[in-house]
T-cell receptor
Framework: ETGVTQTPRHLVMGMTNKKSLKCEQH?????MYWYKQSAKKPLELMFV???????ENNSVPSRFSPECPNSSHLFLHLHTLQPEDSALYLC??????????????FGPGTRLTVL | GNSVTQMEGPVTLSEEAFLTINCTYT??????LFWYVQYPGEGLQLLLK?????DKGSNKGFEATYRKETTSFHLEKGSVQVSDSAVYFC??????????FGSGTRLLVRP
């Protein structure tokens, strides 16, 4: 595997379910990100991890819970979601989270539908 | 509001037509600017970037020039192909080195 991978690619869940999204980067990067992409809205940065420590939490509801066990893996744990949480969730990584030429490499995303 | 503004799409062109997608930003100072592209079913890929005023980023026939006078970073291509059909995102870096994205512009190129 190369680049940034995400699983699953598609997920349908009920509002009472608990599920997790997984992201893995094979680039040796130190920073990882979760974004939410909704229709006709700009990408919303949700969380940033640098060297496995959370450095950014953009007022995301507590029903989204990130986890970064090591610099290659990032999870997004989901529970009691709402239908408006349906979106494409993108993971990204970069060499460093604090650099002016911070090229981010994105995974293909998980298409989440909350019923 | 969002500090990166892109023209609303979709933009529909015939193959070999000239492309311009407008992007303007608001910021203090001179942030790095980026264009990302998202092909159907895929994540975003960096297309080009410019890190200081008057720089020109270019890649795969696409170009964008960092214009500080007009705070713009318009994307251009002289002759589009069907394979260029995608969503294009303009972005700038904020003072915390995070990317601020525009809302994206969908391009559809017809044969």
């Amino acid at each position: 595997e190369t680049g940034v991978t995400q699983t699953p690619r598609h997920l349908v869940m009920g509002m009472t379910n608990k599920k997790s999204l997984k992201c893995e980067q094979h680039l040796g990067h130190n920073a990882m990100y979760w974004y939410k992409q909704s229709a006709k809205k700009p990408l919303e940065l949700m969380f940033v991890y640098s060297l496995e420590e959370r450095v950014e939490n953009n007022s995301v509801p507590s029903r989204f819970s990130p986890e970064c066990p090591n610099s290659s893996h990032l999870f997004l744990h989901l529970h009691t979601l709402q239908p408006e949480d349906s979106a494409l969730y993108l993971c990204a990584s970069s060499q460093d989270s604090l650099a002016p030429y911070n090229e981010q490499f994105f995974g293909p995303g998980t298409r989440l539908t909350v019923l | 509001g969002n500090s990166v503004t892109q023209m609303e799409g979709p933009v529909t062109l015939s193959e070999e037509a000239f492309l311009t997608i407008n992007c303007t930003y608001t910021a203090t100072g001179y942030p790095s600017l980026f264009w990302y592209v998202q092909y159907p079913g895929e994540g975003l890929q960096l297309l080009l970037k410019a890190t200081k005023a008057d720089d020109k980023g270019s890649n795969k026939g696409f170009e964008a020039t960092y214009r500080k006078e007009t705070t713009s970073f318009h994307l251009e291509k002289g002759s589009v192909q069907v394979s260029d059909s995608a969503v294009y995102f303009c972005a700038r870096m904020d003072s915390s080195y995070k990317l601020i994205f525009g809302s994206g512009t969908r391009l559809l190129v017809r044969p």
